[in-house]
């Protein structure tokens, strides 16, 4: 359903009528939008890395303005993560680390540039709140699990293109959480993560 829905909203962009018509001042206001996409979570720990993949979804909201060609704006956005990542043989033969992502608050501000009347190139960055499930098993009969917040900076850059009051964007980022650590038992955590997305909503 929630790919139905994003997936609706990028086709109206490009079906609008008529396409991709110059607007009075692209670009400029406030928005809201849905995101889809792909979630990479990585861990490394001493000495050892490994990502893994899942299905990335929320919503953005923010504003824009449109000083002669070159855009300034400010963002929020929430999403949800099914990604995981596990590693093993970290400290002894056999244990294992994981973390499972959850939801993710980011607030931040880009800069884009006008290629087109309706085209943009931009880059973000910004804070980002990562909520994360950590487990840790040594196998030898030690184990735990703790869920945490996870703070860290987002940077990332994209394509925008608008028709009338719609958008759709493709776009990049990377964001780092710094180490993490779980406990005395685990030496710290680099948690990081790489995301491709698409967004499409309304500029009012």
Same mark, same amino acid.
């Given at each position: 359903?929630?790919?139905?829905?994003?997936?609706?909203?990028?086709?109206?962009?490009?079906?609008?009528?008529? !396409?991709?018509?110059?607007?009075?001042?692209?670009?400029?206001?406030?928005?809201?939008?849905?995101?889809?996409?792909?979630?990479?979570?990585?861990? #490394?720990?001493?000495?050892?890395?490994?990502?893994?993949?899942?299905?990335?979804?929320?919503? *953005?909201?923010?504003?824009?303005?449109?000083?002669?060609?070159?855009?300034?704006?400010? #963002?929020?956005?929430?999403?949800?993560?099914?990604?995981? #990542?596990?590693?093993?043989?970290?400290?002894?033969?056999?244990?294992?680390?994981?973390?499972?992502?959850?939801?993710?608050?980011?607030?931040?501000?880009?800069?884009?540039?006008?290629?087109?009347?309706? !085209?943009?190139?931009?880059?973000?960055?910004?804070?980002?709140?990562?909520?994360?499930?950590?487990?840790?098993?040594?196998?030898?009969?030690?184990?735990?699990?703790?869920?945490?917040?996870?703070?860290?900076?987002? *940077?990332?850059?994209?394509? #925008? !293109?608008?028709?009338?009051?719609?958008?759709?964007?493709?776009?990049?980022?990377?964001?780092?959480?710094?180490?993490?650590?779980?406990?005395?038992?685990?030496?710290?955590?680099?948690?990081?993560?790489?995301?491709?997305?698409?967004?499409?909503?309304?500029?009012?």
């Amino acid at each position: 359903m929630k790919k139905s829905i994003l997936a609706l909203a990028v086709t109206s962009v490009f079906v609008a009528t008529p !396409a991709f018509a110059q607007d009075a001042t692209p670009f400029t206001g406030p928005y809201v939008g849905g995101v889809l996409g792909v979630d990479s979570v990585e861990l #490394e720990s001493n000495g050892l890395d490994g990502n893994d993949k899942g299905t990335i979804y929320g919503g *953005v909201i923010g504003y824009d303005m449109n000083l002669g060609g070159v855009i300034v704006g400010l #963002e929020g956005e929430y999403t949800e993560s099914e990604a995981s #990542e596990s590693q093993r043989n970290i400290l002894t033969a056999g244990d294992k680390a994981s973390l499972n992502a959850g939801r993710d608050l980011y607030a931040g501000a880009r800069v884009g540039y006008q290629i087109d009347p309706n !085209a943009m190139l931009y880059v973000k960055g910004g804070y980002t709140n990562a909520k994360a499930k950590l487990s840790y098993d040594d196998n030898a009969g030690n184990a735990f699990s703790v869920s945490d917040k996870l703070d860290g900076y987002r *940077v990332g850059g994209g394509l #925008e !293109a608008s028709a009338n009051n719609m958008f759709v964007r493709l776009e990049y980022r990377y964001s780092d959480y710094g180490k993490y650590e779980t406990s005395s038992l685990v030496p710290n955590i680099d948690t990081s993560r790489h995301q491709g997305v698409v967004m499409a909503g309304l500029r009012f």
